[in-house]
């Protein structure tokens, strides 16, 4: 049979009283109806027998919807189909691209509607969690059991994601956050690398020694991007600290510290990137900054660039993302991109058998080979990653791409999305000066705990 890979865009209403997810990266980045399924499909049965087949017992047609956004600007998209369709020749892949700016609303406004969608990325934790509660997706523990997946090959995240002891989606993508450097500032300035071992005290105190120049020949030690991450992921490191709670004050010192980079003009203020709308890529491109952490979807935007000419920060490198006290180089955070079923479709297991090649070794090769960071590791993985045209060569940089403890960015609730929105308010208030850093915290604290009952 043909293969075929449509995009169809959907112009959709947005239904009021409907939960979205907040706080989508700038830097990442329909169809048809009437698809014949395999009996143990239609019946939602799991699969067995690796991934040759979707149906075990039968090769009828089968087309699969799958719920994405900017495919255009998406490299791993197609390969993947292909490689699984190159398999599965009786499979056909229609993506339903929704939109990056309202991919979460526009999701749940469709399976609010009870689209025939089979196939479900999930681009934010909240928002997964928010469909989880709203009863939209398929538990997969039944079937991740029958096609023997093991919860050790994704370095703990199934378990962070999953709820009531139950799995409602598999990983395929984890970025992890590691600082970028300029080495040829690091050479003009006499100073030594950044190293894979870096307490964030040490970072700050690299970035006074890093500062240089004035007005348009600045260049500042370090980059603090405007997200709420960007501070708060530092004191989450530390043993049972997260982005939700119910009391913030362990985050003052981190905040004191970068509200004191900003005095002191080793870093940009906040109040001018938002205004501004700077990106932090065009900060590392255009050498104004000597560093920059930043999650590991920038390494391809950085080598693409350098190869077209448009960075100028041609000699560069990446170390882990410096650590707190007490705790263990390489933790930090994670962002995930995932893959769930929804909970009406009527290709359940075929769409299941999908989502396990790519979020299993097969797909994780094809995802490194371009560049991208699977969630399913391995040093094979590591290696293929490392062997990018463009890649910096040195061996820190090489061991930055070895994360030590794995934390979600922010972690699994099914009110997520209310708090992510909550965190980004307090944020922007303690960051403009809106709020002192002891009002700030408290204010957020007090927002949570009237959600969360605690």
Not at 263 to 285: I, P, Q, R, W
Request: with cysteine; charged share 20%.
């Amino acid at each position: 049979m043909k293969r075929k890979l449509l995009a169809t865009a959907l112009v959709l209403c947005m239904a009021t009283g409907l939960m979205s997810g907040c706080g989508s990266k700038e830097s990442d980045s329909t169809g048809g109806s009437g698809s014949t399924a395999a009996p143990a499909a239609q019946t939602g049965e799991a699969a067995s027998g690796g991934s040759e087949s979707a149906q075990a017992e039968s090769q009828d047609p089968v087309t699969l919807r799958w719920a994405m956004w900017d495919l255009d600007g998406t490299v791993y998209y197609k390969p993947l189909v292909e490689a699984y369709q190159a398999k599965n020749p009786h499979v056909e892949i229609e993506f339903v691209d929704l939109g990056s700016a309202d991919y979460s609303v526009m999701l749940s406004t469709q399976l609010a509607g009870g689209s025939d969608l089979d196939i479900l990325a999930q681009k934010e934790v909240p928002a997964y969690g928010n469909l989880i509660k709203q009863g939209h997706l398929e538990p997969l523990g039944t079937y991740m059991a029958e096609n023997d997946i093991r919860k050790e090959d994704y370095n703990g995240l199934i378990e962070q994601i999953s709820y009531d002891d139950e799995v409602y989606a598999l990983p395929f993508r984890n970025d992890i956050w590691m600082t970028f450097y300029n080495k040829d500032l690091f050479d003009k300035a006499g100073v030594a690398y950044p190293t894979n071992d870096m307490t964030f005290d040490e970072y700050q105190e690299l970035a006074v020694k890093m500062t240089s120049g004035e007005g348009n020949d600045k260049v500042y030690g370090n980059h603090y991007h405007t997200w709420w991450s960007t501070v708060e992921h530092f004191p989450c490191q530390g043993d049972g600290k997260s982005a939700i709670a119910t009391d913030y004050s362990f985050m003052k010192p981190y905040y004191e510290s970068v509200l004191q980079a900003q005095k002191d003009g080793t870093c940009m203020e906040y109040a001018l990137l938002k205004t501004s709308g700077t990106h932090y890529s065009g900060v590392f491109y255009n050498q104004q900054t000597a560093m920059v952490h930043m999650g590991s979807w920038f390494i391809t935007m950085q080598m693409d660039k350098v190869k077209s000419g448009e960075s100028l920060a041609t000699n560069w490198g990446m170390v882990k993302l410096p650590h707190i006290d007490g705790v263990e180089a390489g933790t930090g955070p994670s962002t995930i991109t995932s893959l769930s079923v929804n909970a009406n479709s009527q290709n359940k297991a075929a769409a299941f058998d999908f989502i396990k090649f790519v979020a299993g070794s097969e797909g994780a090769e094809i995802l490194a080979g371009l560049g991208t960071f699977p969630a399913y590791t391995n040093d094979d993985i590591f290696n293929t990653i490392a062997a990018l045209d463009g890649f910096p060569q040195d061996e820190a940089s090489k061991g930055a791409l070895k994360p030590g403890k794995t934390k979600l960015e922010m972690p699994m609730n099914e009110n997520g999305a209310e708090i992510l929105q909550i965190i980004n308010e307090g944020h922007d208030d303690i960051m403009t000066g809106n709020l002192s850093i002891d009002e700030g915290l408290e204010k957020m604290g007090t927002r949570v705990k009237a959600i969360i009952g605690e």
